[in-house]
């Protein structure tokens, strides 16, 4: 097992995951490697609550154009884990 910082990147912070956050759910850009079984892990091991549910997405990187020279290219894609803790546990991910 990998630890916890070579798994969760950072944390997704936008409105929308503020809004989850009200639910007891958070989002994390995750190592691409990485499995469910790994996230909820590393969660567990780093924040120190309960997870009860993990859902991964891949995020194709977008496409990209130089205006001036035309060269094209693509953005890096991401792989995303929404965690759902359990009901009373919460993470502070504003302490430091």
């Not at 035309?70 to 009901?87: D, E, M, Q, S, Y």
Request: glycine fraction near 6%; charged fraction near 25%; hydrophobic fraction near 40%.
């Amino acid at each position: 097992m990998r630890d916890a910082l070579s798994i969760l990147i950072s944390p997704v912070i936008s409105e929308k995951t503020y809004a989850l956050m009200d639910q007891g759910t958070y989002v994390f850009v995750v190592d691409p490697r990485a499995t469910k079984i790994d996230v909820r892990n590393a969660v567990e091991q780093a924040f120190d609550v309960t997870v009860v549910n993990v859902n991964t997405l891949n995020r194709k990187g977008k496409h990209t154009r130089n205006r001036r020279t035309g060269v094209t290219g693509t953005k890096p894609g991401t792989k995303r884990a929404i965690v759902t803790l359990r009901a009373g546990d919460t993470i502070n991910l504003f302490e430091n």
